[in-house]
């Protein structure tokens, strides 16, 4: 409650989230792809111009290049606590703390801003993936000026399934779904070093939609899970120590990931999308633990086709939908991907089973080293965690074993 910094991070992240998986969906994917391709034959050689994208289709779906992303060692956790801190935190996780529900977006105050500062821990922010030249973090409250350049384009709403939904819908999606979501993992894309990325001529952007740099927010991907209606929320429960979900049970209930992403116009044709794609693939399915993942681009979306085939996601289906635009359903299993991308090694599952933060459940943490102190099952990876979840309306505070 003490920062109020955070929470606009919160906001930032939270609209984000919702962005990405609302709006993007096929189109987008297809869009980025295509020019990644493009990019990609670009990139491979400059003496292959001529037949730029021919060639380096061909090599794509020939040469299947072994993932090379890598699942992290275990982010250790803090330093023991002095005396004098576990007093100050002991003293803000009494009984009768008052507590917080998150507030609807159009009532959100600069007070309510540090509520979200609350929910939102350091350990929530810290999951975030790292490739060749991109980093995938948590969405921050100083994106949305970058979330407004792509989604308010006509060049890009032009490529997408669905249309862009308003700013408020986004808002409300990410308030809603921010805290302890299992349904999505949602990053914005960011370059390492904007330098190496080409910024294209502008063309018919509009003018407040151009870019001059790559620094800062550049698009998001998000991966989205289904759950089919038998399958327990795998959130964590009253009275146990929550874990990890393991590949097993992602199997029993064939939970899959779908994919959604888009990315400013001005930088497409650099197979940036085709990078982060990939990566959020592997974290997806080897670290997650989606039974399988699914892409599914609407027919002509060539770019997007290809991003399917080059990753190993075979054609299932075609469905339809309400704007007539027939869907090419595109799937991996996680046999499939771990056959292709870890030849010759056994299914690993590093997260499955181990105890995990109950308020961040970021499973890339060690075991959580903070434990409530009226009961046995509650467990933190930090403080800021476990007063969120004290704090939070409906959370442990309602729930504990008090022993007084
Ligand atoms: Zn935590
Ligand atoms: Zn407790």
């Not at 509009?206 to 989205?224: E, M, W």
């Not at 609407?298 to 027939?326: D, Q, R, V, W």
């Not at 499955?352 to 903070?370: A, Y």
Request: aromatic share 8%; charged share 30%.
């Amino acid at each position: 409650m003490d920062k109020v910094e955070g929470a606009q991070d919160l906001v930032d992240a939270l609209i984000k989230e919702v962005d990405g998986s609302h709006i993007n969906v096929d189109h987008n994917d297809g869009s980025s792809d295509e020019n990644g391709e493009i990019a990609n034959g670009e990139l491979e050689g400059k003496n292959k111009k001529k037949k730029k994208k021919k060639k380096s289709k061909a090599k794509k779906t020939s040469n299947i290049k072994p993932n090379e992303g890598k699942i992290p060692d275990e982010i250790p956790p803090p330093a023991p606590e002095t005396f004098e801190e576990t007093e100050r935190w002991e003293k803000e996780l009494v009984k009768g703390t008052q507590t917080y529900s998150l507030p609807a977006w159009g009532l959100l105050n600069d007070k309510s801003k540090d509520i979200l500062n609350t929910f939102r821990t350091p350990s929530c922010k810290k999951m975030e993936l790292v490739t060749p030249r991109l980093r995938l973090r948590q969405v921050e409250i100083s994106d949305l000026t970058g979330i407004r350049r792509i989604k308010t384009e006509p060049i890009v709403q032009k490529t997408q399934l669905y249309g862009s939904p308003g700013l408020n819908d986004i808002k409300e999606s990410f308030l809603n779904r921010y805290i302890r979501s299992r349904d999505d993992y949602i990053f914005a894309i960011t370059a390492l070093d904007p330098s190496t990325l080409q910024i294209k001529d502008p063309g018919q952007l509009k003018i407040s939609n151009r870019i001059q740099n790559a620094d800062g927010y550049l698009g998001n991907i998000a991966i989205s899970l289904t759950w089919p209606s038998e399958a327990p929320s795998f959130l964590p429960k009253k009275g146990e120590i929550y874990t990890q979900p393991t590949f097993e049970e992602f199997k029993k209930y064939e939970i899959e990931g779908k994919m959604f992403y888009e990315i400013h116009p001005q930088l497409w044709g650099q197979s940036i999308m085709s990078e982060a794609f990939e990566e959020v693939l592997r974290f997806s399915i080897e670290e997650i633990g989606c039974n399988s993942v699914a892409s599914d681009p609407t027919i002509g979306n060539e770019a997007s086709l290809h991003l399917c085939i080059k990753n190993g996601l075979k054609f299932s289906h075609e469905t339809n939908n309400i704007y007539n635009k027939p869907q090419l359903f595109h799937r991996i299993t996680r046999e499939e991907w771990f056959n292709r991308n870890r030849p010759n090694k056994e299914i690993c599952d590093k997260w499955g089973g181990k105890e995990v933060c109950r308020w961040c459940m970021n499973f890339r943490l060690s075991p959580p080293t903070i434990n409530c102190k009226h009961c046995v099952w509650a467990k933190y990876c930090s403080r800021e965690c476990q007063k969120a979840d004290w704090v939070r309306q409906g959370g442990h505070q309602s729930e504990c074993d008090f022993i007084a």
